[in-house]
């Protein structure tokens, strides 16, 4: 009889124990849900670090090394499709070499396009394209408009 009820005890003390991991883990995924698919219906942009940014005010171009960024930037759309700021680019102009070269500013218009699922993240998506109108002035040889892949 002892056997018996400690079975009992043992089984009843387990159960006890699961139920709340298991409600626990109902009511996060329930939860999680409605963050998860907001998450997927606005792109971020990702970071030279791997951080998924929405809205950010400054973003490095230039991984490597940090001769071109974007700063100042101001948002007037994030939207499914595309994203659209103004700001400056500040890129060195590396005369005679980029240790000892001189940053600039140049107004620019940012927009962001070609969303697709983010490799590290899959369920975010992140914008793939990066285009850059500039408004006054650029840098020396460089397009009216300028377009890069984004890394994913």
């Given at each position: 009889m002892y056997k018996h009820t400690m079975v009992g005890v043992v089984t009843v003390c387990a159960a006890a124990l699961l139920a709340p991991a298991v409600?626990?883990?109902?009511a996060a995924t329930a939860s999680a849900a409605p963050a998860a698919h907001q998450q997927r219906a606005d792109p971020v942009l990702v970071d030279c670090l791997w951080h998924p940014e929405v809205r950010p005010a400054d973003f490095v171009l230039a991984c490597g090394d940090g001769n071109s960024r974007l700063t100042s930037l101001h948002w007037t759309?994030?939207?499914a499709d595309s994203a659209t700021a103004t700001g400056f680019n500040v890129v060195n102009d590396c005369k005679p070499y980029c240790a000892a070269g001189k940053f600039h500013s140049y107004p620019v218009v940012v927009r962001?396009?070609?969303?697709?699922?983010?490799k590290k993240h899959p369920q975010l998506r992140h914008y793939s394209e990066i285009s850059l109108t500039y408004t006054a002035g650029?840098?020396?040889?460089?397009?009216h408009v300028v377009t890069y892949?984004?890394?994913?």
């Open positions: 409600g626990t883990s109902s759309n994030w939207s962001l396009d070609t969303p697709q699922p983010w650029r840098p020396d040889e460089f397009a892949p984004l890394w994913n």
